[in-house]
């Protein structure tokens, strides 16, 4: 009789420790999104996405942003982008395309020479889109961002 009891007792830590395990799974799941959407571009050359805190955004910080790259359509079609494993806050996307293929945003006397986007596509005349213009809450998966780099 001991033995059974021995047997039931395993049996139901066993059960509690995987359901314990499955739930802190789902919690683990629920503090994560996903950021996806299409960028379009007419010119040549790779596209650089970066994803943005506001106090990157204004520190002007790309180094610390979650960043992808990604090879232009055929004639400005549009192509899809995802940032995985994104934490819920306040966020927006600055791209660039890279036409001469060194890395980085290149600028002249009046602003950037090569095209650039923002998220909701902002484009103020004669300055810079403010955080509060681009920005976009993640607090679960987005997958329908529209970028269009000009």
Same mark, same amino acid.
């Given at each position: 009789?001991?033995?059974?009891?021995?047997?039931?007792?395993?049996?139901?830590? /066993?059960?509690?420790?995987?359901?314990?395990?499955?739930?802190?799974?789902?919690?683990?799941?629920? @503090?994560?999104?996903?950021?996806? #959407?299409?960028?379009?571009?007419?010119?040549?050359?790779?596209?650089?996405?970066?994803? @943005?805190?506001?106090?990157?955004?204004?520190?002007?910080?790309?180094?610390?942003?979650?960043? @992808?790259?990604?090879?232009?359509?055929?004639?400005?079609?549009?192509?899809?982008?995802?940032?995985?494993?994104?934490?819920?806050?306040e966020y #927006?996307?600055?791209?660039?395309?890279?036409?001469?293929?060194?890395?980085?945003?290149?600028?002249?006397?009046? #602003?950037?020479?090569?095209?650039? #986007?923002m998220s909701?596509?902002?484009?103020?005349?004669?300055?810079?889109?403010?955080?509060?213009?681009?920005? /976009?809450?993640?607090?679960?998966?987005?997958?329908?961002?529209?970028?269009?780099?000009?």
């Amino acid at each position: 009789m001991r033995f059974f009891k021995r047997k039931q007792v395993r049996l139901v830590m /066993f059960s509690g420790l995987l359901l314990l395990t499955f739930s802190i799974g789902k919690i683990n799941a629920a @503090l994560v999104h996903s950021v996806s #959407g299409e960028v379009s571009a007419k010119g040549q050359g790779r596209i650089h996405l970066f994803l @943005l805190t506001c106090e990157q955004f204004k520190a002007d910080d790309e180094s610390a942003a979650l960043h @992808l790259v990604v090879d232009p359509g055929s004639s400005g079609q549009a192509v899809p982008f995802h940032f995985a494993q994104v934490a819920p806050g306040e966020y #927006g996307i600055r791209c660039y395309q890279d036409e001469n293929n060194n890395g980085k945003l290149d600028f002249g006397t009046f #602003g950037p020479k090569e095209p650039w #986007g923002m998220s909701h596509n902002k484009r103020p005349f004669m300055r810079s889109p403010r955080f509060e213009e681009i920005c /976009f809450q993640v607090d679960a998966d987005i997958d329908k961002l529209m970028i269009k780099v000009k």
